[in-house]
């Protein structure tokens, strides 16, 4: 079993940042492929930005690409979302998720790819 947990989340005005966390406890390595979700109001979730377990290129979503980025810390069992130029449609509850499988590239976007998730962070653009 792996747990995950998100810290970081709150309120900011458009264009600002935010560094969202996800620390994994549990069955899990400190190279675990995670993947970054979110779900507004009355919307499915969708993907944000994925890293799998080789360091190196992330897969992100267009409406963040150049914005957002995905990063791990070698070591340690932690994940973050840096997210920048922060807009109103970025409101949302984000989600950590990973799996104990190395995922496919065509299926990094996909909710059921992913085994385990977090309890969410919400963030909230708004002037």
């Known amino acids: 079993q792996v747990q995950l947990v998100e810290s970081g989340g709150g309120m900011v005005r458009p264009g600002g940042s935010l560094r969202l966390s996800c620390v994994a406890s549990?069955?899990?390595?400190?190279?675990?492929?995670v993947a970054w979700f979110r779900q507004a109001p009355g919307k499915e979730r969708e993907f944000v930005e994925a890293?799998?377990?080789?360091?190196?290129?992330?897969y992100a979503a267009n409406s963040v690409k150049g914005r957002f980025t995905v990063s791990r810390v070698n070591g340690k069992k932690t994940a973050y979302l840096q997210m920048n130029s922060l807009e109103p449609q970025d409101t949302a509850v984000y989600y950590c998720?990973?799996?104990?499988?190395?995922?496919?590239?065509?299926?990094?976007?996909?909710?059921?790819?992913?085994?385990?998730w977090g309890q969410g962070t919400q963030v909230t653009v708004s002037s």
């Open positions: 890293l799998k377990r080789s360091m190196g290129t992330t």
């Open positions: 998720a990973t799996t104990s499988v190395s995922p496919l590239v065509s299926s990094l976007s996909l909710t059921s790819t992913w085994e385990y």
């Open positions: 549990g069955e899990t390595s400190s190279n675990f492929p």
